[in-house]
């Protein structure tokens, strides 16, 4: 088992431009999370899925984002029309059943640089 | 959203010192995480407090649970550069989502 990964580490794109973001959780994990970091401040909810159904979607995720986990196991996440905004590292976590205080495990993460 | 404050938000100390982080909430949690990320990775846990007033140990960290479970603190003893990192405190018992709290940035001066 390689642990969570994000492709790709980094992206730069222009203002405008969509870009799409992959997680590979760990195999056995069922539970996905995608946060969105900016430096020195803690990880902000995104969105959550339980296998292939998406259960929470942050209110403050603009509409320009959206993500799907179509089979229950990798995960993309889509940002249309980037804005400078949107600039941050993007995080993806899986757990096993987060019921009693679950460990989550993360990926290196997907840096956004929007131009 | 539950909103978990920590403090400091920056701490910059020499190898050697000692140091306390906080975390600070108006809700009751079931239970509290501390994770650790180091500059480039995504944040690892460090630990699980789930009874008010738990202390737990590891190496030179010390986590405590407050009595009501609003709050939890980290104390650092002999802080070494590799303790350089954004402690984050986390609540996982948001049903679907999982809170983490706003971190403190620690850097240790060799």
């Known amino acids: 088992d390689t642990g969570v990964s994000q492709n790709p580490r980094h992206k730069i794109t222009k203002r405008g431009q969509n870009v799409t973001f992959r997680c590979d959780p760990i195999s056995e994990h069922n539970r996905l999370y995608w946060y969105r970091q900016t430096l020195g401040q803690g990880p902000e909810f995104l969105t959550y899925?339980?296998?292939?159904?998406?259960?929470?979607k942050s209110r403050l995720l603009s509409d320009r984002f959206s993500a799907e986990r179509p089979k229950g196991s990798f995960s993309t996440l889509e940002i249309q029309r980037t804005e400078q905004g949107d600039s941050a590292m993007y995080l993806c976590?899986?757990?096993?059943?987060?019921?009693?205080?679950?460990?989550?495990?993360f990926g290196e993460g997907s840096r956004l640089t929007v131009l | 959203t539950q909103l978990l404050e920590q403090s400091p938000q920056f701490l910059s100390i020499q190898e050697g010192e000692n140091l306390t982080v906080y975390c600070n909430s108006s809700?009751?949690?079931?239970?509290l995480q501390w994770y650790r990320q180091e500059p480039g990775e995504g944040p690892v846990l460090l630990v699980t407090v789930v009874t008010g007033g738990e202390v737990k140990k590891l190496k030179r960290l010390t986590f405590q649970f407050g009595d009501a479970r609003k709050d939890s603190s980290l104390h650092i003893t002999a802080a070494q550069p590799g303790d350089t990192g954004l402690y984050l405190c986390a609540n996982p018992n948001t049903g679907n989502q999982f809170y983490f709290g706003t971190g403190t940035s620690l850097t240790v001066i060799p």
């Open positions: 809700s009751v949690f079931s239970s």
């Open positions: 899925f339980q296998n292939e159904a998406q259960l929470e």
């Open positions: 976590a899986s757990s096993w059943s987060v019921r009693t205080a679950g460990e989550l495990f």
